[in-house]
């Protein structure tokens, strides 16, 4: 079964999101969470598989932030999204990670024509460039919209606006490929069309060490 279902009609410019979209990266990145969770203190069952995809597209440091309030935490935002990132490099540092065949292969299509593309990403620039070369497409992005380069990560509308903005296509000819409820979110309230790509499962469900 199709992870995503193409649009029969053309945009102007194409924005996606990276994990989950482009590189079926999010069971990696899952893998990550719990460990890093664990280590600061926090119950496996604050964040299991369905809540990661709930927070899917958001930044590391805001995902800390909405666990703690949900669930009457303490956790050092920038600390535990730190120890995040540097799992999760550990782990792709290691491994292949698969593409998603559907999204890649527009984007390699939108090349040819010469259409406008970008990433839009919760990631921050190091680790969305570490999942690219994890997957061999390091030579095919050259725009990466990230936290970092906005005030507001997703689900405001920030991340896919300045895509836009450095596409030179307006809004509402551009189309968003997400994965996640808060970047689907971000798309409609960038006035952004949207396509959304079907999860896949956690390849790695046992407790953290």
């Given at each position: 079964?199709?992870?995503?279902?193409l649009p029969?009609?053309?945009?102007?410019?194409?924005?996606f999101d990276?994990?989950g979209?482009?590189?079926?990266?999010?069971?990696?990145?899952?893998r990550a969470?719990?460990?890093?969770?664990?280590?600061a203190g926090?119950?496996t069952?604050?964040?299991d598989?369905d809540?990661?995809l709930?927070?899917?597209?958001m930044?590391?440091?805001?995902i800390?932030?909405d666990l703690?309030r949900?669930?009457?935490?303490?956790?050092?935002?920038?600390?535990?999204a730190?120890?995040?990132r540097?799992l999760y490099?550990?782990?792709?540092?290691?491994?292949k990670?698969?593409?998603?065949?559907e999204?890649?292969?527009?984007v390699?299509?939108?090349r040819?024509r010469g259409?406008?593309?970008?990433?839009?990403?919760g990631s921050?620039i190091?680790?969305?460039?570490?999942?690219?070369?994890?997957?061999g497409?390091?030579?095919?992005?050259?725009l990466?919209?990230?936290p970092?380069?906005?005030k507001?990560?997703?689900p405001?509308?920030?991340?896919?606006?300045?895509?836009?903005?450095?596409m030179?296509?307006s809004a509402?000819?551009?189309?968003?490929?997400?994965d996640?409820d808060?970047?689907?979110?971000?798309?409609?309230?960038?006035?952004?069309?949207?396509?959304r790509?079907?999860?896949?499962?956690?390849?790695?469900t046992?407790?953290?060490t």
């Open positions: 079964m199709p992870r995503v279902i029969t009609c053309w945009f102007a410019g194409y924005i990276l994990d979209t482009l590189v079926d990266s999010m069971p990696l990145h899952f969470w719990r460990q890093a969770l664990h280590n926090a119950s069952s604050v964040f598989w809540d990661f709930a927070h899917g597209g930044a590391a440091v805001d800390v932030k703690n949900k669930h009457a935490l303490s956790m050092h935002p920038e600390q535990v730190r120890a995040k540097s490099a550990d782990y792709v540092a290691r491994e990670l698969p593409v998603i065949p999204t890649i292969g527009l390699h299509e939108l040819l259409i406008p593309y970008a990433i839009g990403t921050a190091a680790g969305a460039r570490q999942t690219l070369r994890a997957a497409l390091q030579d095919l992005f050259p990466i919209v990230t970092e380069d906005v507001r990560g997703k405001a509308p920030d991340i896919f606006l300045r895509a836009a903005e450095l030179g296509i509402s000819n551009c189309v968003v490929f997400e996640a808060p970047g689907i979110r971000a798309a409609t309230s960038a006035g952004m069309h949207f396509v790509v079907l999860p896949s499962s956690p390849d790695n046992c407790p953290p």
